[in-house]
């Protein structure tokens, strides 16, 4: 590969990286740019709601002459079609990619790149994805609408339990049994290339985002089960055949009682640091004194700075975690309120990230009802910037929409709704934040 072809890669995956957009992550191994990995968030109001879906997609030689090869890694071990474009062995149907007969215009350019791929393979992710299959783009009989119906529902449950209950259990090692198959996966594939270890570059970000989103994941868990009873068997389209399809029982009872096993273990992984932080502080490791320094810089930077009021404590003299608390601001919802935070940051920092858990109650729709708030730092490595995005996120009165950093239903659909609805968040938040003032510590 020539050096103007990993120049351009590295340029576009660093792109990716600085970026804005929640849904779409890259890495790969630094000894190789040519082998990427990505993931794709699924996006909202869609059957792949906040689902993990990850490709591998490798670049040839010919980079951006030709494009790159993408394969689908979350395929159930190559046994589940997640959509008409996206097969169970790991082709993904694209024009650009030269997998499909598109219309003129339609075909690769090296104007285009990697996000141009990754955007329109999220495109695939619609509300309707039975319209993407050849031959049923305006099929509206009754028939038709009927099987519409059938397949958004099971790639809803599939999507909950493969691309985000599993690959988290396996993550947090919460053992199930696992039936043991003979057909093509395009991950093990992948990685029985590789010499050296696993390569799991979205582990934390997935955990993560888990916690954002845990309360719409019960929510669309809860809807769903009042729709299917408990064993029902899932349609088989008309387009799906032996080997590609989507094969399964509707089981939200247990899909609930696993999210929920997964929202404690990942609280009980966190609430760990403390004592991981503490050994590392006892053994005099680098990790820890960086962060006892960033502490101290930041509370001499906050003692300076007027604008915003928060007090800085670490718990128990423990770097590794911290207690922040924000003062609202005159003239804002947040006026009078008194809000204690805890933040919590592993040995394994910079490339694990903190966790962050209101402990004061607050009605906001970028905290969730648990306490988590969907915020996202500038720079990962700077504790500083975690604490100015935390409070960037609670502070803004008219942020652009965006649900991805919707992580309490209720109070989003206020903030988003008609003019009495948004007066009514308003209120809702003041009162949460005379509530915290009040029962203050």
Not at 40 to 62: L, M, N
Not at 69 to 83: E, I, L
Not at 258 to 264: A, D, G, M, N, Y
Not at 270 to 292: F, P, R, Y
Request: charged letters at 30%; aromatic letters at 10%.
């Amino acid at each position: 590969m020539s050096n103007q072809s990993i120049l351009r890669i590295t340029r576009e995956l660093g792109e990716i990286q600085r970026g804005s957009d929640l849904s779409l992550a890259v890495a790969c191994r630094d000894i190789d740019v040519r082998h990427v990995r990505a993931l794709i968030i699924g996006p909202p109001d869609t059957p792949y709601e906040f689902g993990f879906f990850e490709f591998a997609v490798k670049f040839t030689k010919d980079y951006p002459t030709r494009a790159p090869h993408v394969t689908a890694t979350t395929t159930n071990g190559g046994r589940t079609r997640f959509n008409p474009n996206i097969y169970a062995a790991g082709k993904v149907c694209l024009s650009i990619l030269g997998t499909w007969r598109g219309e003129r215009g339609e075909e690769w350019s090296s104007a285009q790149g990697l996000e141009s791929i990754l955007i329109s393979i999220q495109s695939l992710m619609s509300c309707n994805p039975y319209e993407n299959e050849p031959g049923f783009e305006d099929a509206n009989s009754d028939y038709d609408k009927k099987n519409q119906a059938a397949y958004v529902a099971k790639i809803r449950h599939e999507s909950l339990r493969i691309s985000v209950i599993e690959r988290l259990e396996e993550y947090l090692d919460i053992n199930r049994e696992r039936p043991t198959v003979t057909v093509y996966n395009a991950e093990e594939d992948y990685q029985a290339s590789r010499d050296d270890a696993p390569f799991e570059p979205f582990k934390d970000l997935c955990k993560r985002r888990f916690l954002w989103y845990y309360q719409s994941y019960l929510a669309s868990i809860d809807e769903a089960a009042t729709k299917h009873k408990e064993g029902e068997r899932f349609e088989k389209m008309p387009f799906e055949g032996p080997g590609n399809t989507m094969e399964g029982t509707y089981q939200y009872a247990a899909l609930r009682t696993r999210l929920v096993k997964i929202f404690e273990t990942l609280n009980k992984e966190m609430e760990a640091w403390a004592a991981e932080g503490m050994a590392a502080v006892q053994k005099e490791m680098s990790i820890a004194s960086n962060l006892q320094r960033q502490y101290e810089q930041i509370v001499e930077r906050y003692k300076k700075q007027d604008a915003v009021t928060i007090n800085l404590d670490l718990v128990d003299k423990n770097p590794f975690v911290w207690q922040l608390v924000v003062f609202g601001r005159p003239m804002t919802n947040l006026d009078g309120g008194i809000f204690r935070i805890m933040i919590y940051i592993s040995p394994k920092f910079p490339d694990v990230l903190p966790r962050v858990r209101f402990e004061t109650p607050i009605f906001h729709h970028r905290v969730s009802p648990d306490g988590v708030i969907c915020y996202d730092a500038t720079r990962k490595d700077d504790m500083k910037s975690h604490i100015e995005a935390i409070i960037s996120a609670i502070e803004e009165e008219s942020p652009a929409y965006d649900p991805r950093t919707l992580v309490n239903p209720e109070a989003a659909k206020l903030f988003w709704g008609t003019q009495e609805e948004k007066k009514l968040y308003s209120r809702r938040l003041r009162r949460s934040a005379q509530d915290s003032a009040e029962n203050c510590f």
